[in-house]
């Protein structure tokens, strides 16, 4: 079985996958389990949380009368996925997991006439339906002249505000450390945004950042940063399951887990050259990029107060 399968893939038994409180996952047998109410329309194979109708991920959406659309269905595969790695990591999220209670997902599409303006907002994470839709969303990868733009590249960066405003936000001595690696998140925010979509890419910013939007502010610049960490943990925890890679066994030192990302990530881009694909991951991490990622992971894997 695979992270989003119903069934077994050989003998067709219906399957529900549970998170455990060590961040790993146990497989259940469907007809054992209450399932999520969501299983047929989103394809959730979670269980339903205790004397509830739905899972720990879906209790957290605000679908926007959407619940029947097809487009949910990408859409909630990469938030399950998103959030379990958040359980890995050691991160709290959802209605019973301290500092991530306020943690949910609002579902809008443009084309439906919805405000949809990707963001995040006081805990709540706001995504535009209308990207599940592959061609909509190469186009604007395009005119933005993104490397990567997905569902689950959206939710990643959307999380690393929500892990500033709980872990980094509280902490006094930790906000001093992030000022002095990523700057002074005080600057006016609206005006940040406003000089950055107004310059033109001059590439001046790879040696620092990880992206071009990155460097509009250090909120963003965090979340760009975490969301790196979140690719190179999954990309290596894959790597590893498969063979490819070994996963260092110091689950905190980012530095083995950044270098053991390089092979991993150039064997993953070459297996998609391989079938004529874009590069699964289009990123080359700089010093200063690297520095940043390492400051992300000092907040995974702590131990508990």
Known sequence: MFFDSLECVRCQTALAVDLVDDGGLVVLDAATATTCERRRTWGCNWPARPGEALCASCVLVDDGGHAAAPSMI?????????????????????????????????????????????????????????????????????????????????????LGHVVWLDLVATEPALLEDFR??????????????????????????RTAHVSFYASAHPWEDFAESWAQLMHVHDVVE??????????????TDAKAWLTDSILASVAANELARAMGMRDLYPFALSAGVRTKVEFCWRLVHLPAN
């Open 74 to 158: 990408p859409y909630q595969s990469a938030q399950r996925r998103a959030l379990y790695q958040l359980s890995e990591l050691g991160v709290a999220w959802g209605t019973d997991h301290g500092p991530g209670s306020a943690l949910h997902f609002a579902y809008r599409s443009k084309s439906a006439g919805d405000q949809a303006i990707i963001g995040h907002r006081g805990g709540e994470i706001t995504l535009d339906l209308d990207e599940a839709d592959p061609a909509r969303r190469e186009e604007i990868r395009a005119t933005l002249g993104e490397h990567y733009r997905t569902p689950l590249g959206h939710i990643r960066h959307e």
């Open 180 to 205: 002095a690696v990523f700057g002074d998140e005080r600057d006016d925010y609206g005006a940040a945004l406003d000089r950055h979509y107004a310059r033109l890419d001059d590439a001046t910013w």
């Open 238 to 251: 894959t790597g590893a399951s498969w063979g490819v890679v070994e996963a260092p066994v110091d689950p």
